[in-house]
């Protein structure tokens, strides 16, 4: 096999275990890989070698997730329209796309960017031992593969590469993150750009209490990702080999959002900026050469084919320039001027994956600097702990050196060196703190300025801005989250594992007493709504799936927004923020959408008894259950527009810490959750280790058919629950419901 192994002979035996037989299975000794299985099957890697636990992890995805290692393989290579009917596409990926001319268009983005081609130069540039570890996840796919071909779609492809592996590391998010940013400049400045559109971005909590405020003895860290809320783009693991101890979520082979066994580490959306969108004037009308400085430079186009399955071939032309040295392409055009998007990550898509394989050898979290010192590293907010009592914050991106006087939200000339990069700064230009005497770090997706009620940090008051926000997150955010986050933190000095527990888990309100004070104040305006106000005056805050008064607060929330205006928008927003007195058009206002909810609620199935749960849905494979959180924003994909106090303070709209955003309403009047909370670790740190807590949504297999393709979903996060890690043998051992062993022949 081109894997670098010799041929393999495998010998598989799958046990299914007892609870009685799994106290008696011996500890793994060194030899042949193992996969232990436990109750979530969640697969635990016993190896002898990295390589060896490559190899397994390999198998046991394919095991799981065949089809969306192959989804994403083919994403990467631009090949998905060609291969896949709308039916073949996993259903984590149907966010993105769900018809053919969506698979044409992540098709059109792969081939404009050519992830691939920059993808097999970067394989070259994986540090020795990831390119030997990939190449061993490979070999246990095969694996895999050659005992299961009956269970292998047949458009999965065969032959499966590291520069694939490299590849998927980004497709899944390039015009999200890395081109989204310098695309999301372009829209800024009134262009449509090519199919597709920039997708939209994740958010996240990230979030570290210290052991000063704390009363486990050591630090406490959430790691909680969010996006589509189908979390299994990733897929959960807990790998042991010699110098290798991690649990977490692996993308492909990349073990990125992790924990080993002293420092764990958490990536929420925001960043330096690092994308830049360039116009350029054609020499001539339609021409396809430029001036830079006076001297012609072409602008490069190339055919794009894409192939689709059951139709016709599809022919478009890309087109790309080499602004500031790396692969620039063309996102839209016109008779006279291109627009383009320049970043260095195109020329480093090995980064990430060297990045990942430091962090996971990080003993200290501190050591996370150096770990991120590689060209192409993450671009997030990373917020980690370790056993020490040690925390480590960074702002992280490959940042390219701009010269001042410009605003980099905004395209930029592309005709002049004056607007182009002085190269890029080292990763000890970056914001960072270190164990910061308040005793926590936040990044709950806002501005690194205010992470702290006080405002900026000292540390931040020189840096060039665009070091410290881009477009998706600029100068000067906050976040509903943030701001919730930052009230606990004040209002509890030191935080047990329980209190710990409930705020990563917290579905509250932020202020909400104060719009309960506002309800009662509009009550005596509204006299014909009294059981209605009775319950909603009763509101504790929390968007729980069993509370009636949560669904009325919900109603009243939506019917207030059309009876504001910019005033009484402003007043509410010193009511709710800063205490003030409601005017008495606010009171009026208030009353009136108090008029309008009632009415909406005595037309629900349970009237007035109906609970927030029976509206608000978690839905996957078949299976609706009640689900609990909320935003007060937009829906997700429907017509329903912020109001004009989200515009004039948008912290009066909130998604709740435990955030889930849900869709339009359906026919019968539910709405599902759409995104959010998917993948969450929760770790409790202490010199005798790190005991850690996850959920998955909705569970482990993609197969529908499987019992762990929705028991996450059921048993945890409807259920604002989270599972135990068993990092240990002694905690796994009576877990174990099946056993694989895995072994080559060299």
């Not at 037989?21 to 979530?40: H, K, L, V």
């Not at 649990?247 to 900026?273: C, E, H, K, Y």
């Amino acid at each position: 096999m081109s894997s670098g192994f010799s041929r393999l002979l495998l010998f598989v035996s799958a046990l299914l275990l007892s609870a009685g037989a799994a106290q008696a299975e011996p500890a793994p000794q060194p030899g042949a890989p193992e996969i232990y299985r436990d109750g979530w099957d969640v697969p635990h890697i016993y190896a002898a070698s990295e390589a060896d636990g490559y190899f397994a992890l390999g198998y046991a995805m394919a095991q799981d997730r065949i089809a969306g290692l192959a989804f994403s393989v083919l994403r990467a290579r631009g090949m998905l329209a060609e291969n896949l009917t709308p039916a073949d596409i996993p259903a984590y990926a149907r966010m993105l796309a769900s018809t053919q001319d969506d698979l044409v268009a992540l098709d059109y983005e792969a081939r404009l960017w050519q992830l691939h081609a920059h993808a097999q130069r970067a394989a070259s540039r994986l540090e020795p031992q990831v390119r030997r570890d990939y190449a061993a996840f490979i070999a246990g796919i095969a694996a895999w593969r050659k005992t299961n071909p009956s269970l292998v779609p047949s458009w999965v492809p065969a032959d499966i590469t590291v520069a694939d592996l490299v590849a998927i590391g980004h497709s899944d998010v390039w015009l999200s993150y890395w081109a989204g940013i310098g695309s999301d400049d372009c829209v800024r400045g009134g262009v449509e750009p090519f199919r597709p559109k920039a997708a939209p971005r994740g958010a996240s909590n990230g979030w570290v209490l210290m052991p000063s405020r704390t009363t486990t003895g050591g630090a406490v860290l959430l790691s909680d990702p969010h996006g589509p809320i189908d979390g299994r783009f990733v897929y959960e693991y807990r790998l042991h080999a010699p110098g290798l101890e991690s649990a977490g979520f692996a993308q492909g082979p990349m073990l990125l959002i992790a924990r080993n066994a002293s420092v764990g580490w958490a990536f929420t959306t925001g960043s330096p900026d690092v994308s830049d969108c360039y116009v350029v004037r054609r020499v001539a009308t339609g021409a396809w050469r430029y001036l830079f400085d006076g001297k012609a430079r072409p602008i490069v186009r190339f055919p794009i084919d894409i192939a689709v399955k059951g139709g016709p071939k599809l022919h478009f032309t890309g087109a790309y320039t080499r602004h500031n040295g790396v692969y620039s392409p063309v996102i839209a055009e016109d008779a006279k001027k291109v627009w383009i998007v320049s970043t260095p990550y195109i020329e480093h898509l090995e980064g990430i994956h060297n990045a990942a394989w430091r962090m996971n050898r990080a003993r200290r979290a501190g050591d996370l600097a150096q770990a991120l010192d590689v060209p192409g590293t993450p671009i997030q907010n990373v917020t980690a702990a370790d056993t020490h009592g040690d925390s480590f914050y960074i702002h992280a991106g490959m940042t390219p050196r701009r010269p001042p006087g410009f605003d980099w939200q905004q395209p930029q000339d592309g005709n002049t060196s004056r607007t182009a990069w002085r190269g890029y700064h080292p990763t000890s230009d970056l914001f960072t703190l270190r164990s910061p005497a308040a005793g926590y770090v936040a990044n709950n997706n806002v501005d690194p300025r205010f992470m702290y009620p006080d405002g900026e940090p000292t540390a931040a008051a020189k840096m060039p801005n665009y070091l410290l926000a881009e477009g998706w997150t600029p100068e000067g955010r906050r976040t509903d989250r943030e701001d919730r986050f930052l009230l606990a933190v004040a209002g509890t000095p030191k935080f047990d594992e329980e209190t710990a527990r409930q705020m990563a888990l917290d579905v509250t309100v932020s202020r909400s007493d104060r719009w309960t004070a506002l309800v009662k104040a509009a009550a005596s305006a509204a006299p014909g709504n009294g059981a209605f106000t009775a319950d909603l005056a009763k509101f504790d805050g929390a968007l729980r799936a069993d509370s009636t008064a949560a669904l009325k607060y919900m109603l009243w929330r939506r019917a207030l927004r059309p009876e504001l205006n910019d005033a009484t928008a402003r007043n509410l927003a010193d009511v709710v923020m800063r205490g003030a007195t409601p005017s008495a058009d606010l009171i009026a206002a208030a009353a009136r959408a108090l008029d309008s909810a009632a009415k909406e609620a005595a037309v629900l199935p349970q009237g007035l008894a109906t609970p927030y749960g029976a509206v608000y849905r978690i839905v996957s494979d078949g299976v609706s259950l009640p689900m609990s959180g909320g935003r007060l924003g937009a829906d997700i994909g429907g017509k329903d527009k912020p109001g004009p106090e989200c515009r004039i303070e948008p912290l009066l709209c909130p998604t709740t810490l435990f955030a889930i955003g849900f869709g339009p309403p359906a026919a019968d009047g539910t709405r599902t959750a759409v995104v959010g909370s998917r993948m969450m670790r929760l770790d409790f740190y202490g010199p005798q280790g790190i005991r850690s807590f996850t959920m998955q949504n909705p569970g482990t297999s993609i197969d529908p058919a499987s019992p762990h393709a929705t028991d996450q979903m059921r048993a945890l996060v409807s259920q604002r629950e989270l599972k135990p890690v068993a990092w240990t043998w002694e905690a796994l051992a009576g877990e174990v419901k099946s056993k694989v062993v895995l072994q080559r022949e060299r």
